[in-house]
């Protein structure tokens, strides 16, 4: 079945403990992303890539890190978490166009 | 602000009806997709429009492009109860080749009461 997988789905953290959002995709895709969602703000993009190696700054980017090491793998890392970062986030595949999210790891952070 | 805004923010409409949901943006695009989300679930695509297109159907949607207008609308005919979701408008900017890296505006909240 073709999906995005993140993992975990719920994580609750305390500020500055580092800790990574993995994400995975089975479609051969060469696009990923990350974004969150903030109620009142809608989706903001964290981080995207456009294939292997090449990463790049959404509109949200602080405080978040990102690598693309393998093309079926994003993970989101968060050197240092902070109560701001408290959100839903989703990653998202994409071929050409059209997006397939994951399901979302809701974080919080005390 | 968002390069997507949706209006209304929100929709209650009883079951059988249409509901309409309005899309507006300030640049240029390649295209312009609908998502829809249930609560707090993963957003599924439900339709792309490019720019050179005016209008298109998928079972009961339908989605316009006015590019002049830098407007879209959803309309969903015939509406269920389990149509109740969020809807979001989101566009890739003309240069974004791929089409891929989108910009989502905050969404419309519909409710289709049996």
């Known amino acids: 079945e073709a999906q995005v997988t993140q993992n975990p789905r719920y994580l609750i953290t305390v500020t500055g403990k580092k800790l990574t959002v993995t994400c995975s995709q089975n479609m051969n895709h060469e696009y990923m992303s990350w974004y969150r969602q903030d109620p009142g703000l809608g989706l903001r993009q964290i981080y995207y890539?456009?294939?292997?190696?090449?990463?790049d700054k959404g509109d949200v980017p602080e405080g978040y890190k990102v690598s693309r090491k393998e093309k079926r793998n994003f993970p989101l890392i968060l050197e240092s978490p902070s109560p701001n970062q408290t959100s839903l986030y989703f990653c998202?595949?994409?071929?050409?166009?059209?997006?397939?999210f994951g399901p979302g790891t809701r974080l919080t952070v005390l | 602000s968002q390069q997507g805004e949706e209006d209304p923010q929100a929709l209650s409409i009883q079951e059988g009806e249409n509901a309409t949901m309005n899309c507006s943006y300030k640049?240029?695009?390649?295209?312009l997709q609908w998502y829809r989300q249930n609560s707090g679930r993963g957003l599924v695509h439900l339709i792309l429009i490019r720019s050179n297109e005016r209008e298109k159907h998928s079972g009961r949607l339908r989605v316009t492009l006015d590019t002049s207008k830098k407007s879209s609308s959803l309309l969903i005919t015939a509406s269920r109860a389990a149509d109740t979701a969020s809807y979001f408008c989101?566009?890739?900017?003309?240069?974004?080749?791929?089409?891929?890296?989108?910009?989502f505006g905050e969404g419309t909240q519909l409710t289709v009461n049996p």
């Open positions: 989101a566009t890739a900017l003309l240069w974004e080749t791929s089409g891929s890296r989108l910009t």
């Open positions: 890539s456009m294939n292997v190696e090449v990463t």
């Open positions: 640049t240029s695009i390649n295209n």
């Open positions: 998202a595949s994409s071929l050409w166009g059209e997006q397939f």
